[in-house]
Nanobody, 135 residues
């Protein structure tokens, strides 16, 4: 069964940085797309970053220019480098991985969200790591 385990969350002052990691144990074909989502209490889940196996990335406007996602395919690890953190970044952060569709004109974030919506045969979630940013 697929396993995705996030680490690196914690508490940080506004303006600070954190790096999240996600260790992935999954069939290679189910990790063509990987990325990050977050959810604050009472809020909708938000897709914030996605990366294709070839390194193509996609970011939500809310984090563009501040967050960078990367992947080490040999180590089966996904990263999210977060800089210039703000209190509104406080949320539970989840990593995710999915298969690729045959053809798509969608952005990597859109593809990842769509594949995850189709269930466990298409995409997998981690259990999350908490990030808290104080003023």
């Amino acid at each position: 069964q697929a396993q995705l385990v996030e680490s690196g969350g914690g508490s940080v002052q506004a303006g600070g940085s954190l790096r999240l990691s996600c260790a992935v144990s999954e069939y290679i074909f189910k990790t063509y797309y990987m990325g990050w989502f977050r959810q604050a209490p009472g809020e909708e889940r938000e897709g914030i970053a996605a990366i294709r196996r070839d390194g193509t990335t996609d970011y939500a406007d809310s984090v563009k220019g501040r967050f960078t996602t990367s992947r080490d395919n040999a180590a089966n690890t996904l990263y999210l480098q977060m800089a210039s953190l703000r209190p509104e970044d406080t949320a539970m952060y989840y990593c995710a991985a999915s298969v690729a569709p045959r053809n798509s004109y969608m952005t990597p974030l859109q593809v990842l969200a769509l594949m995850l919506s189709r269930g466990a045969e298409f995409g997998s979630w981690g259990q999350g790591t908490q990030v808290t940013v104080s003023s």
